[in-house]
């Protein structure tokens, strides 16, 4: 079945910290994966998609396929990263995704 | 461009009324989503159009019927509210298969609708 799984609803962080949101997929075949953030009440925006292989607003993610995983992350969190990240999975067919639940993003000062 | 238009932004329904969620794009994109947004639960597709006059169930769809009006439109009906189906609605488009391969979706700012 093709799934996504983000383990933590809630990851908060200080200012300047480390930052990895965990994104883990099941899908049989070459997946394709992207990144949504989405800020307080505003519309879901593309973060990064794997295949581009950008970095984002000093985000970056990397496509493990031995692990199937596709972790977001950041070096040094600022408060304006503060926001619900979504993982997405391209489930072939008319570009239909599969989201994760979310894991909302809290960088305190 | 606005890019993907949703109409309307809150609306508060009674048990059982009916109502049309509207949703244009101005991209000409072949493809058009319906999704639910629920906590806990992410994005869920409800329905999708994968270009002008075809439409298709996703995850979720009982409850709701759908039209694709025209290649801009959109639009999600739900016929007899239901208290289950208070969530936040967002609609999105994009453009499978054009020259750089599949393309992300874009989203709308999303309708906020809370039945009783």
């Known amino acids: 079945a093709q799934r996504v799984t983000q383990p933590e609803k809630l990851l908060s962080v200080f200012k300047g910290a480390p930052v990895e949101l965990k994104c883990n997929y099941s899908?049989?075949?070459?997946?394709?994966l992207f990144w949504y953030v989405q800020y307080s009440r505003q519309r879901l925006q593309l973060l990064l998609r794997?295949?581009s292989r950008e970095s984002i607003k000093g985000f970056t993610a990397d496509l493990n396929k031995g692990e199937t995983s596709f972790h977001l992350k950041k070096p040094f969190a600022q408060e304006e990263d503060s926001a619900m990240y979504y993982c997405?999975?391209?489930?072939?067919?008319?570009?239909?995704?599969?989201f994760g639940a979310g894991t909302r993003l809290a960088v305190h000062p | 461009n606005a890019g993907v238009t949703q109409t309307p932004k809150f609306q508060v329904l009674k048990t059982g009324q009916s109502m049309t969620l509207q949703c244009a794009q101005d991209?000409?994109?072949?493809?058009m989503y319906w999704y639910r947004q629920d906590p806990g639960m992410g994005l869920r597709l409800i329905y999708y159009?994968?270009?002008?006059?075809?439409?298709d169930k996703g995850e979720v769809p009982n409850g709701y019927n759908v039209s694709r009006l025209n290649k801009r439109e959109f639009s999600l009906r739900l016929e007899s509210a239901a208290p289950s189906q208070t969530s936040v609605y967002f609609c999105?488009?994009?453009?499978?298969?054009?020259?750089?391969?599949?393309?992300?979706?874009?989203f709308g700012d999303g309708t906020r609708l809370s039945i009783l």
């Open positions: 991209m000409n994109h072949n493809s």
């Open positions: 794997h295949i």
């Open positions: 899908y049989s075949g070459s997946p394709e």
């Open positions: 159009s994968a270009s002008e006059g075809t439409t």
């Open positions: 997405a999975l391209f489930s072939g067919g008319y570009n239909k995704l599969i």
């Open positions: 999105a488009s994009s453009d499978p298969g054009g020259t750089e391969g599949n393309q992300p979706q874009h």
